[in-house]
């Protein structure tokens, strides 16, 4: 019970307090920081029991509970968590955002941690879904922290596409426990995650079909999978930094690991080709939509958002790929997590230094912010799948399982795809780092602290790419014997 | 019995539809409030009517909270937005309106034909509505793509939420209490959020067109 307290209770009082003080003071944005550090912790705890061989469960009837798989996006969301704490708006530090905006993000960016810990945390499929429509409800609240007209239609969109996909998850819920109630009669229990994997070999294989195909176009609409992606450029590209971060790095993954957990079920009674095939569509399209949009981008934000989907679809295409490329897949959704949120904190400090997202009035960034300009370019060097960091080595295993599962044309194609992506992202960023500033752009850092635990995320890609560390290699093994077979 | 009960039901969920394909010929906001508040009540009334004959006592608390939210609560702050924003007629929507009653007609049948398993497999007496409720769920997605007004879009994708609703009481008699009443908090929240940003554009834009959010494209 304690460690599921420590992991769901910070951002909770982290967002009741802000909600209490009023107006806002910067005591209440340090207190959420450090209790941040709490939840992650946690999730180090649960981390510890997986390798211990133990999967822990708390409340009545197994309501919450964690194995691998929860316990990595657990660690990917407190984590992520922990950085926007730190380096969102309201410390006291000089920002663009007054004390109201702060206090805004304060309540509804806490709440938006709890909402997806609480959605990857929770055995209950009926509680999970409620989980992730109330991460888009907290969410879409931050999106126009600055009220203008693109951040107003960013947030319609979001809302209404967001809503409207989850809504379609809710029908394949419906559509799920509507065979398992003509299975096992109605019972508390039946919207229970284990106890759907134990009966899920008895299902009738039309009706879960039909219920995946809801679960997909549903939660998929909140993964940024093509043709659903329309509303996340304009989402991730008008929302402050901090929430571009939460959203891109781990919001798309949690979004997925509902997709997952229905596969596994799903998989279980009717075998992986099905959910395999429809895997390799969406995430071949949304490689292709991604590669595509990224040649003729012209904001930067936007440009990182698009290769969010473009890795979302990576993903989704590895989960196709048998145990090897699960195992690729969920390594890839922590490097991206990782690679991802720090790009956009990045791109939040550029943006406040230029005072522009388009990709031609920013240059010189080397020049004027050597440091910030740096983590820029080899981050973007990691997200475009360069070695020697993380994204490297899994992109490297997905299309190393790829060809062992016999699909080497599909292999090519994705590859043709990354390249495209590739080039016209290493274009963008060329143009950006050098050249002359524009004069009157202030030179230097200015506040250099938050710095240093984006470098730290830098740190993190580099050893990823050196080694996969024993204790994660472990955990993601268990995800396998999960989600892989 | 049991006949009665399923006449009902397949009479209940006929009313549940047409009111939902109400919104592709009528052009006035104040019709499309009207049209989703007595859906709500006629699908208040099919989950006690099924409760009833279930003999499921937690479905007449589900069907008292849709009742309070979505024939009262949820009508009520529409018709006040509609009043501020002064927003009396839908703008000639993408899709003209005998094409669009050509597409719903088409869009019901595909509901009969995805929830021929579901049908087949059912036992229920209730299972007879289960292609209408599955064919307000395609008409309503229809109406939030095809319709330029926010404030039509909200009202297409609440009763998109009802088409969902009926299909769990047809189908299972309702999904666990416990889910249900977070279900309709989640619903409940997201209408409010929704209601924010409708007068936030209603705010920036002088206006609630979508037509005009078209500032983000690539």
Known sequence: ?485 | MDSVFSQVCVLGSSLVLIFGLTLLWRRSVTAYITAFQWQSIVLSGLTAVVAYFGGDHELYLAAGALAALKAVVIPRLLRRMEHRFAAARELQPYVNTPTSLVIAGLLVLFGYAITRPLVALSQLPTRAGMPLAMGLVLVSLFVVISRKKALTQVVGFLMLENGLALLAVLGTYGIPLIVELGVFLDVLMGFLVMQIFMYQIHETFESIDIEQLNRLRH
């Not at chain 1, 905006?101 to 806490?110: E, H, K, P, S, V």
């Not at chain 1, 195909?213 to 008008?238: C, N, Q, R």
């Not at chain 1, 299309?399 to 992506?421: E, I, K, N, S, T």
Request: charged share 10%.
């Open chain 1, 1 to 485: 019970m304690s460690t599921f307290l420590w992991l769901l209770g910070p951002p909770l009082i982290g967002a009741l307090l802000a909600a209490a003080v009023r107006p806002y003071r910067p005591f209440v944005g340090w207190t959420n920081a450090l209790l941040s550090l709490l939840s992650v912790g946690a999730a180090v705890a649960l981390w510890g029991h997986i390798l211990a061989g133990d999967v822990l469960t708390s409340g009545p009837r197994e309501f919450l509970r964690a194995d691998a798989l929860s316990t990595l996006l657990a660690f990917c969301v407190s984590v992520v968590g922990a950085l926007a704490a730190w380096l969102g708006p309201g410390l006291g530090g000089p920002d663009d955002y007054s004390g109201p905006q702060a206090r805004r993000f304060r309540i509804f960016g806490n709440l938006f941690t709890f909402t997806m810990l609480f959605a990857v945390t929770t055995n209950n499929v009926g509680f999970m879904w409620i989980a992730i429509e109330a991460t888009t409800i907290t969410s879409a609240m931050l999106i126009p922290l600055h009220v203008t007209k693109a951040s107003v239609e960013a947030s319609w969109k979001y809302i209404l596409i967001g809503s409207i996909g989850i809504a379609l998850a809710f029908g394949g819920t419906v559509l799920g426990y509507f065979d398992f109630v003509h299975l096992a009669g109605r019972h508390e229990l039946t919207l229970n995650w284990t106890v759907l994997i134990a009966l899920a070999p008895r299902l009738h294989p039309p009706v879960i079909q039909l219920a995946f195909v809801f679960i997909l176009i549903g939660y998929g609409t909140k993964a940024g999978l093509a043709p659903m992606h329309t509303w996340l450029p304009d989402a991730h590209s008008e929302a402050p930094a901090p929430l571009s971060a939460m959203m891109s790095g781990v919001l798309l993954a949690v979004a997925l690991y509902a997709v997952i957990r229905w596969e596994v079920v799903v998989n279980a009674a009717v075998g992986t080709r099905f959910t395999d095939s429809l895997f390799l569509l969406l995430g071949v399209l949304s490689i292709f939509v991604a590669a595509f949009s990224l040649v003729v981008q012209r904001n930067y934000k936007r440009m990182l958002a698009y290769s969010s989907i473009e890795h979302t679809g990576l993903i989704c295409v590895g989960l196709a790929l048998g145990p090897l490329g699960t195992f690729a897949a969920m390594l890839h959704l922590l490097n991206h997590a990782l690679a991802k949120s720090m790009m956009f904190f990045l791109a939040g400090r550029v943006l406040h230094r230029y005072r522009t997202t388009e990709i031609d009035g920013v240059s010189g960034l080397l020049t004027t912010m050597p440091w910030t300009g740096g983590l820029f370019a080899a981050g973007m060097l990691a997200v475009i799948g360069l070695p020697p960091f993380g994204l490297f080595i899994s992109e490297f295993a997905l299309f190393r399982a790829g060809f062992a599962a016999g699909r080497p044309w599909l292999m090519g194609l994705v590859l043709a795809l990354l390249a495209v992506a590739f080039i016209s992202m290493l274009g963008h960023t060329n143009r950006m780092l050098y050249g002359a500033p524009a004069a009157g752009t202030a030179v230097g850092e200015g506040s250099a602290w938050p710095l240093v635990p984006l470098g730290m995320c830098m740190a993190a890609l580099v050893v990823l790419g050196l080694t996969v560390p024993a204790p994660l290699d472990t955990l993601l093994q268990r995800i396998v014997e999960i989600a892989g077979r």
